[in-house]
T-cell receptor, first 117, second 112 residues
Framework: EAQVTQNPRYLITVTGKKLTVTCSQN?????MSWYRQDPGLGLRQIYY???????DKGDVPEGYKVSRKEKRNFPLILESPSPNQTSLYFC????????????????FGPGTRLTVL | AQKITQTQPGMFVQEKEAVTLDCTYD???????LFWYKQPSSGEMIFLIY??????QNATEGRYSLNFQKARKSANLVISASQLGDSAMYFC?????????FGAGTRLFVKA
């Protein structure tokens, strides 16, 4: 089954304790992205990756790191989490950002609900 | 700067009636893609419909259609014959280059 998986699905942690949220897709997609969803703000893009070893900042990258060493995986790293990073996080992937002038839809993972105390 | 505005935080519609969810956007780039996603109470994000900035015709996907008015920079979602299962949060999104921005969303309630 074609899917984007995220782990863990739920996480409660404390301020300053480094954590990693994993994201994996099995569709051979080039493009992957991380979003956070907060009430009243919709989804905001944290980082995205156009391909292996190519990443760039989205609109809210502060406090986050990413890496793309393999095509299928795109982990999100919080080196020193703070309470303002409490949120619902989504990983998404698409075939590429754009194919012949057509922007591709993104496939989303199930989400990771993170609480930082 | 890119911007997406959804002015309706919540909307009610009677089952079997049509409903329009508003979305306006702002960009200076001539090339962009517009998307609508549905988020049911279970939380997953589901792609509904896409409209490219150069597309001449409005997109349709089953009961979903996108009313694209380029000069007014609007991309409203029309759901025909609403069903109880359409009750959900709906997000309008725009992709420009490699970046995507989302609106704040509209929560739709379908009444039996």
């Amino acid at each position: 089954e074609a899917q984007v998986t995220q782990n863990p699905r739920y996480l409660i942690t404390v301020t300053g304790k480094k954590l990693t949220v994993t994201c994996s897709q099995n569709m051979n997609h080039e493009y992957m992205s991380w979003y956070r969803q907060d009430p009243g703000l919709g989804l905001r893009q944290i980082y995205y990756s156009m391909n292996v070893e190519v990443t760039d900042k989205g609109d809210v990258p502060e406090g986050y790191k990413v890496s793309r060493k393999e095509k299928r995986n795109f982990p999100l790293i919080l080196e020193s989490p703070s309470p303002n990073q409490t949120s619902l996080y989504f990983c998404a992937s698409s075939l590429s950002a754009r194919t012949s002038g057509y922007y591709n839809e993104q496939f989303f993972g199930p989400g990771t609900r993170l609480t930082v105390l | 700067a890119q911007k997406i505005t959804q002015t309706q935080p919540g909307m009610f519609v009677q089952e079997k009636e049509a409903v329009t969810l508003d979305c306006t956007y702002d960009t200076s780039d001539p090339s962009y893609g517009l998307f609508w996603y549905k988020q049911p109470s279970s939380g997953e994000m589901i792609f509904l419909i896409y409209q490219g900035s150069y597309d001449q015709q409005n997109a349709t996907e089953g009961r979903y259609s996108l009313n694209f008015q380029k000069a007014r920079k609007s991309a409203n979602l029309v759901i025909s014959a609403s069903q109880l299962g359409d009750s959900a949060m709906y997000f309008c999104a725009m992709t420009e280059g490699f970046k995507t921005i989302f609106g704040a969303g509209t929560r739709l309630f379908v009444k039996a």
